[in-house]
């Protein structure tokens, strides 16, 4: 079939594209969180907050995708830490070339943690590599404990799994036991964190988690994994 | 660029696919809506109590697309329509050609209306028709307001936004009125609903839009566009 032939090409230039990335990011001893969710679970907040309280302690770039707005580079702005914009237009999900080019507008040798957010899907974005150390998918208790389920290909990527808007739990009738127990069923090694960027919950713990990820170095080629 | 003609051919035999569908829902005088929304927005809920209560007024069937499980189409069997799933596997949105294969499995010459609930995606999905009369994009309060900014080809291609889990707007600190200035601004003609499946605030409102909308028949080819 010459349409799944062209998306595998693109996929595999990709793929390329994403190790000369990765090459580059163990040159420069650079932490690299590829972080994915769908819309509105609430990524921009819970990144502005992680880079806010990583102030003094990594230093941090971000590099956020959207279709239209720049309104998340602004929020994320706030955090202190150099932000990069890559306006999408159509396109649902960021690749390895464009994080490249926007590598260039970032002071990427004072760096030591590039946090990217990719657009807002929870399809997509999970089968373009774009160099990272780590893949974080946000799951928002709003979405319901199911969604590890109905969307596979996204948590079995993912190294940690960020259960966001943990204040809300309540409100919306939240089972963390539930949403835990279908993660498990699909990423079995990844890394759970409950949070709340509003009240500031978990968020000492993952910031740490950064930190320790970081220190411990980048010795090996590729991905570390969940495993840590 | 190859890739892009590829994708244009890819949208192009998809759209003549759509018209088919048009022609056959014209011939069964079936209305036809497309609802779409990123994940965990609630239109499977929402779905389910507009099929429960539109029992009696219009015969309803549905076809729901999923990456994987069958948790969504338990859910609306217990509306008492009839469910047909399509498994997409990776793929991010439903086509027209999936839509022709699912029809077989309904009982078409008996219905009056076929509600399709499209893969939890806020931007593959806008790309594809699959021949309906209506597209009903749902924004749930817990996205927040500046959704219809950030992904506009979704909403742009809207006739009816529901704002859906009002219940959840205090908890959530979301404001109406600035979400629906943001709607305004991307989907003027767009009829707006505020509703909650839970405590069936706006319910009865919509559905009666979808009867009157049925009974007004189906006239015009194509679609019938948020002027109704």
Redesign the interface.
Known sequence: M??VQ?GQA?LSRNDKLAERNRGFFQAHKLSVVNVLS????GKTTFLRETARGLNGKLKTGIIVG????D??AQKLRASGAPVVQITTG?M?HLEANMIAKALKQLPVEELQLLIIEN??????PA?FDLGEDLRVVLL?V???E??P?????MFQAADVVIIS?ID?AE??EFNPEQALANIRRVAPKARVFETSAKTGEGMDAWREYLVEYHLRGKGDPGRSGGEV
């Open positions: 010459r349409t062209v693109i769908g819309p509105g679970s959207d279709l239209a707005t309104n998340d159509t649902c657009v807002g899907n929870l399809v997509c089968s928002s709003t979405e319901g199911d969604k389920l109905k969307y596979p290909p808007k809300l409100a919306c």
